[in-house]
């Protein structure tokens, strides 16, 4: 079975949807735990035994209590708190939401607080950015490990959807601030996704995600 990552972020005029650990990517522990340099950013940490379900409700992962994992985004609609974490699986993260409602002490806590936070474009595995669509001429690479500051931009998906691995999932980056700095002044490309599996279910898994960091 195969899902779709769902986070929601609007950043900038890009819709993204949600996001390996090749060519020295990583930063995961073995259950896909942040570890240096993810875990100088935004976490989550869970205080018990937690079973975190997707959007089907079907159960995607177990968390241990003490498990830190990298956070994506906070997101507020009424009273309820979304927020989204990643598991930095070795085949590349993986995006679920936690959601908690207002007065709710959840079993799960976080070292930054929603609306006090900087956004980050980081690279997971090194990553080839492309012109187009078919991927037939290189505009750079991105080293795994890449982090920049980048308070916009986004990616949505540019391929057919599917449920085929054997199919490429491409997506079109806004890249803003990463590709000022790291990709020679060009700001939108073409990149590959790659499939992880977490749960028996396989997801999408973006090379390239965005994150939270604390203002410091």
């Known amino acids: 079975m195969m899902r779709r990552g769902i986070s929601g972020w609007v950043v900038g005029a ?5 996001g390996c650990n090749s060519s020295g990517g990583g930063g995961g522990g073995g259950r896909g735990t942040a570890e240096p340099p993810w ?3 935004c976490t989550v940490t869970f205080t018990e035994n937690y079973k ?18 990298l956070l994506g985004e906070f997101r507020t609609f009424g009273k309820k708190l979304t927020t989204t974490f990643f598991v930095l699986t070795d085949e590349g993260p993986v995006d679920l939401d936690l959601e908690a409602t207002e007065g709710e002490t959840p079993p799960w806590e976080t070292n930054c607080t929603e609306g006090e936070t900087r956004s980050y ?3 997971y595995r090194e990553t080839v ?8 001429e290189e505009v750079c690479t991105l080293p795994a490990g890449t982090i920049v500051e980048s ?5 949505s998906l540019a391929s057919d959807l599917s449920f085929d691995e054997s199919e490429p999932l491409i997506y079109l980056y806004d890249l803003a601030a990463l590709g000022t700095e ?3 002044g060009v700001t939108s490309g073409y990149v590959q996704a790659d499939y992880a599996h977490l749960g028996g279910v396989t997801y ?9 960091g604390p203002k410091e």
């Open 204 to 212: 999408d898994s973006l090379p390239i995600i965005r994150f939270e």
């Open 39 to 41: 875990d100088a950013y």
């Open 129 to 136: 950015v492309y012109k187009d669509e078919g991927l037939s």
């Open 14 to 18: 890009v819709v993204a949807l949600a």
């Open 151 to 155: 308070p916009t931009g986004g990616y």
């Open 182 to 184: 790291k990709c020679g």
């Open 52 to 69: 975190v379900v997707d959007v089907f409700d079907d159960v995607a992962l177990t968390a241990r209590a003490g498990e830190t994992y």
């Open 121 to 123: 474009f980081g690279v």
